[in-house]
């Protein structure tokens, strides 16, 4: 079995590396013994994902109906020869994460199956479910599990949550609209997407960072470097897109640099060696 288990281990770490080399290098920053579990719930969360964006080809309601019902299985059976799933079980059993998170993410996956425009209610829903859960599930991890901590640094972790999400729907805008006919911003009109539109959506962001900035330095030295630097990741292309016009986030993906990335990782580093942070 701990043969088994390595290799599922490996199979996330290759999911991960393969479709975001951003959260790879932030992982890469985490204690050594964190790597694999946060690994394992980013490949579960990747491969929900891909169900209801990528493939096309199938019935999706079906296939995440599936997917739902084999996640728990393996959490019950504490096995699954799904690699994915077997791996997200470990890390769900062994850190006690609340089986409520799971369901409230695959609860938003399937609501982007059935949902193209979001009143901000079932926007709320939408990014507790998409995002924040899955902020939670690495914050289990993060404390071994540790209840009285986990209370406490509960909502800057949503916080960090919904504002890597909200950049994620400001730097998608243009492929979310075109390609699967989404608005995730309530009152917004995709054609008419204003530069007051564009500033409500930013002030609301930059109030998620400066909550989640103060549960950020309140993490653990094992897990606080690579959080931060996914901060300082998401904080670099936020201060990208506010810099940039309403039309031209419509009409292109923003993204930061390889070398851009690299030099913040470098000094994300130099400021957690020395707690500058």
Known sequence: MELYSKVCFDCNAVITKSYSTSFSLGIRMFAKELRYPIYAIYGFVRFADEIVDTFHHID??????????????????????????HSFQEVVNKYNIDHELIKAFL?????????SVYEKKDLDLYIYGSAEVVG???????LNGDINEYEKLKAPAQSLGAAFQKINFLRDMKSDYLERGRVYFPNIDF?????????????????????????????????????????KYYINLF???RSLSADTIKERRIRVSDKRKLFLLTTSAFQHKFDLF
């Open 136 to 142: 939670l599930m690495c914050l289990y991890v993060f």
């Open 60 to 85: 999706k309601k079906q296939f995440l109906d599936e997917f739902k019902i084999d996640t728990f299985k393996a959490i019950e059976n504490k096995i699954s020869l799904n690699p994915v799933l």
């Open 239 to 241: 201060y990208k897109i």
């Open 191 to 231: 054609d008419l997407f204003t530069e007051s539109d564009k500033k409500s959506i930013q002030d609301d962001i930059q109030k998620d960072f400066d909550d989640a900035y103060k549960g950020i330095v309140a993490l653990p030295r094992s897990s606080r470097l690579g959080v931060y630097c996914a901060y």
């Open 107 to 115: 609860h938003s996956m399937e609501m982007d199956l059935y949902k």
